[in-house]
DNA sequence: GTCCATGTTCTTTA
DNA sequence: CTAAAGAACATGGA
């Protein structure tokens, strides 16, 4: 469920009710959910306090007043809700931070989300991208530059910009005017620095509005986004376009469902799929080479 | 019963 | 060998 304006808005939700308070008890009820599988966490969090909350990509990133730090991943169902300290436990909840005077709930139906413990290492992971919101578009050029990937793909990749998704791929690809199927390294100078802007202002729109709830996510004071009904492409297939009035397209792009204007979003020219050019059949050789 | 879902990672293929 | 496509993960709703 949770993109980046869905992740950052819990973390804004979420820091006045964690930020200085001290983590009284844990209650752990899948070991599974921890990455390393062996850590002792509760003994690792118990009887520190909660000295900041930010967000990095998707991630949500609790620093201890040990200089200790973990992150906690809301996957696809993964909700961080605040809650009084005797209410009811709704099924999947994974983990409760029993704080001075509320509870904080990690509940998690499909568990693709979970808790990754990070220890005093200060290092950003390298594994992730730069952040969006403050990309530049030398840095997205040179993120893309080197990849035939479709550009919708390249976008989802967290390596390549972290914190996009399904989502606001599909938005940003509209506000920029790109269809999902071109090569992400033969876009002009021109269409990355329009894809950049677009990127931010279809973000901070999102935020502004408090992310999109499709089904799944609600903030950690348990509202809703309400962007959905701002969406230009994502989950409006055969629409209008809000622009022009062609009928919203639906394809399958590296298996996730991706919506565009086809007439907002001009195709790539020529080169469909398995297609080999004559020169590249003619150098193949049929039988084994010595 | 079927298909689909806001994500990531491992495996297979080209 | 590398890059990209595909499958897998687990649950619930339409």
């Not at 005017?177 to 090569?183: A, E, F, S, V």
């Not at 962007?227 to 629409?239: G, P, Q």
Request: net charge positive; charged share 25%.
């Amino acid at each position: 469920m949770p993109e980046l304006p869905e992740v950052q808005t819990v973390v804004n939700t979420l820091r006045p009710a964690v930020v200085g308070q001290l983590i009284r008890a844990v209650t752990l009820h899948r070991q599974d959910i921890l990455t390393p599988a062996d850590i002792d966490f509760p003994a690792a969090i118990t009887g520190r306090s909660i000295a900041n909350l930010t967000r990095r990509a998707k991630r949500i990133v609790f620093d201890l007043d040990d200089g200790n730090r973990f992150y906690i991943h809301l996957g696809m169902s993964g909700r961080l809700t605040i809650d009084p300290p005797n209410a009811e436990l709704p099924k999947h909840t994974h983990l409760i931070l029993h704080l001075q005077s509320q509870d904080i709930r990690f509940r998690d139906p499909r568990r693709f989300g979970g808790i990754w413990w990070l220890g005093n290492n200060p290092a950003d992971d390298p594994a992730l991208g730069p952040e969006p919101l403050t990309l530049r578009p030398a840095q997205l050029a040179r993120q893309l530059s080197r990849t035939r990937r479709p550009i919708k793909s390249a976008l989802l990749d967290q390596s390549v910009v972290a914190g996009l998704g399904n989502i606001y791929v599909d938005e940003s690809l509209f506000a920029a005017g790109i269809h999902p199927l071109r090569i992400a390294g033969e876009l002009s100078e021109e269409e990355i620095s329009r894809l950049c802007k677009s990127i931010k202002q279809v973000l901070r729109r999102a935020l502004h509005h408090r992310g999109s709830t499709l089904r799944d996510y609600f903030d950690a004071d348990g509202n809703p986004g309400g962007f959905k009904k701002l969406h230009s492409v994502y989950d409006r297939a055969s629409e209008p376009c809000r622009r022009c009035k062609t009928s919203i397209v639906r394809i399958v792009l590296s298996g996730r469902s991706t919506c565009f204007c086809p007439t907002c979003q001009p195709p790539p020219r020529r080169r469909q799929k398995n297609r080999r050019s004559k020169r590249s059949v003619s150098s193949v050789h049929p039988g084994k080479s010595p």
